[in-house]
Nanobody, 120 residues
Framework: QVQLVESGGGLVQAGGSLRLSCAASGRTFNAMGWFRQAPGKEREFVSAMRWSPLTTSYAYSVKGRFTMSRNNDKSAVYLQMNSLKPEDTAVYYC???????????????WGQGTQVTVSS
């Protein structure tokens, strides 16, 4: 059974940092991604990583502030979020699939989400 479990969300002041984790089990994947969804808005791409060759992409809105990484056995990914802004407030989801898509519809597996709230 495939499972993706996120952790690390919380409440932080603007300018602060949080680190999200996503642990994957049940099968191996070629890529994983992070998405977020704010109330009343569409789910939007944040970052994605492909294992081979190792490449990472970011949404323009988070580039330079967020960093995606993974562990050595590719069973977990992380999202280090620095210089957080109130507009980063959302439920953050990790996803896994065959390629590092930026479109959420193309991912087959999803975590349950973790809330990130940035206060001004």
């Amino acid at each position: 059974q495939v499972q993706l479990v996120e952790s690390g969300g919380g409440l932080v002041q603007a300018g602060g940092s949080l680190r999200l984790s996503c642990a994957a089990s049940g099968r191996t994947f070629n890529a994983m991604g992070w998405f977020r969804q704010a109330p009343g808005k569409e789910r939007e791409f944040v970052s994605a990583m492909r294992w081979s060759p190792l490449t990472t992409s970011y949404a323009y809105s988070v580039k330079g502030r967020f960093t995606m990484s993974r562990n050595n056995d590719k069973s977990a990914v992380y999202l280090q979020m620095n210089s957080l802004k109130p507009e980063d407030t959302a439920v953050y989801y990790c996803a896994a699939g065959d390629a590092a898509y930026t479109e959420y519809e193309k991912y087959d597996y999803w975590g349950q989400g973790t809330q990130v709230t940035v206060s001004s």
